[in-house]
Nanobody, 122 residues
């Protein structure tokens, strides 16, 4: 089992920045690729970004490319999502998740955190 706990969400004005963190415990963190997803009210949970086990490869949704950056620190069992130039459309609950490989499909992730709310005001 892998336990994931997100933090760093909050309320920010459009154009602002937030940094989300997700701390993992349980099994060896570096054995898992990590992803961030988000879910807005009334919408499906969607892929945001993912990073490989070693941190050398990553993938982003088109909607966040150039604004969000995913990174990880395997020594700290933590994955981050730096979010810049935030827009009201970025408002959602953000979830981190763990998978055996770098994938963007939700159902290929084995473990999920509880989520952290991000609200961007206009």
């Amino acid at each position: 089992q892998v336990q994931l706990v997100e933090s760093g969400g909050g309320l920010v004005q459009a154009g602002g920045s937030l940094r989300l963190s997700c701390v993992a415990s349980g099994r060896t963190f570096s054995n898992y690729a990590m992803g961030w997803f988000r879910q807005a009210p009334g919408k499906e949970r969607e892929f945001v970004a993912a990073i490989s086990r070693g941190g050398g490869s990553w993938s982003y949704a088109d909607s966040v490319k150039g604004r969000f950056t995913i990174s990880r620190d395997n020594a700290k069992n933590t994955v981050y999502l730096q979010m810049n130039s935030l827009k009201p459309d970025d408002t959602a609950v953000y979830y981190c998740a763990a998978s055996r490989s770098l994938v963007i499909t939700r159902n290929e992730y084995d473990y999920w955190g509880q989520g952290t709310q991000v609200t961007v005001s206009s």
